[in-house]
């Protein structure tokens, strides 16, 4: 025999259509609260999704257990006192005045378009004390400032170079020389192209085919490795340097339409 159908609980009811509701309600505010700020977007959200695998880096993510694992990792060097001693100390000057031959070069080479002009405003991408900040004010770029996680004010901010804290199309010229310490090198190429105005420049010294140091995140087996990510820039020119272990650098034009 079919069992009795339950009786409709009727009490419960008048409350339900409003507790349906209450997610399309509040999509409903989200998106009127989106499209009504004007504000470009800072900071997109981490966590990321890792990296798609490439033959052309390896990476090394296994040694963290998670993203705040690495960050802490990442600012354990950054905030060694002995480290920072010898970085605003003995190291300064030397490190100060090679970046400023680079960026001085950089500056003079002869091109349709200029790669760096004293009116550029320019962004170093994981710049620790600021040591290229300082190099790019001393040749004469004025407006300069870097990031990294742990700030080095009045040289650099405060920002993973995962999740830039500025707008899109912010900067003329970015610098870095950390790509083997991006957890996530898609994301790290995705934010210089993100803050970089149309017709920027970007420019990165890495070391190719060497095994980085234990901070690294990832080892670069092949240039292309690094040029294949930035999916909205023509590469300038790659060539040989010598910068602190680094020996290569790479020169990269954002497209002026996408
Ligand atoms: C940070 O560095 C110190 C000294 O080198 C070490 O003892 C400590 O385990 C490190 N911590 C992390 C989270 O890597
Ligand atoms: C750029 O700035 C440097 C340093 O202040 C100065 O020597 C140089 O003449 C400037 N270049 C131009 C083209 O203004």
């Known amino acids: 025999m079919p069992a009795e159908p339950k009786p409709p609980r009727a009490a419960a009811l008048p409350a339900r259509p409003l507790l349906l509701a209450l997610p399309f309600l509040s999509l409903l505010l989200l998106l009127y609260v989106y499209s009504s700020s004007s504000s470009p977007s800072f900071s997109p959200p981490l966590p990321l999704t890792p990296s798609p695998p490439s033959p052309h880096i390896r990476m090394r993510a296994s040694r963290f257990r998670s993203y705040d694992d690495y960050l802490r990792h990442q600012l354990n060097k950054t905030l060694d ?12 000057r030397r490190k100060v005045d090679a970046f400023a031959r680079a960026f001085a070069r950089l500056r003079d080479s002869s091109s349709d378009h200029p790669l760096l002009t004293n009116a550029s405003r320019a962004l170093c991408v994981g710049a620790r004390l600021g040591q290229e900040v300082a190099a790019l004010r001393q040749v004469g770029v004025a407006d300069s400032i870097g990031i990294d996680l742990a700030p080095a004010p009045p040289l650099v901010a405060k920002g993973d170079f995962h999740a830039h804290p500025f707008p899109d199309d912010t900067f003329d ?11 996530y090198p898609d994301r790290f190429v995705a934010e210089i192209e993100r803050t970089l105005r149309p017709g920027g420049v970007a420019v990165l010294h890495v070391a190719v085919h060497r095994r980085g140091d234990k901070y690294s995140a990832n080892d670069l087996l092949d240039v292309q490795g690094l040029v294949g990510l930035f999916r909205r820039s023509e590469v300038v020119r790659i060539s040989k340097v010598d910068a602190f272990g680094l020996d290569t650098e790479v020169v990269l034009r954002k497209k002026r339409t996408s």
Not at 81 to 92: E, G, H, K, N, S
Not at 173 to 183: I, K, T
Request: aromatic letters at 22%; a positive charge; zero cysteines.
């Open 173 to 183: 010229f970015e610098f870095s020389n950390v790509f083997d310490h991006a957890l």
């Open 81 to 92: 006192p002995r480290l920072r001693r010898v970085w605003a100390t003995r190291d300064w």
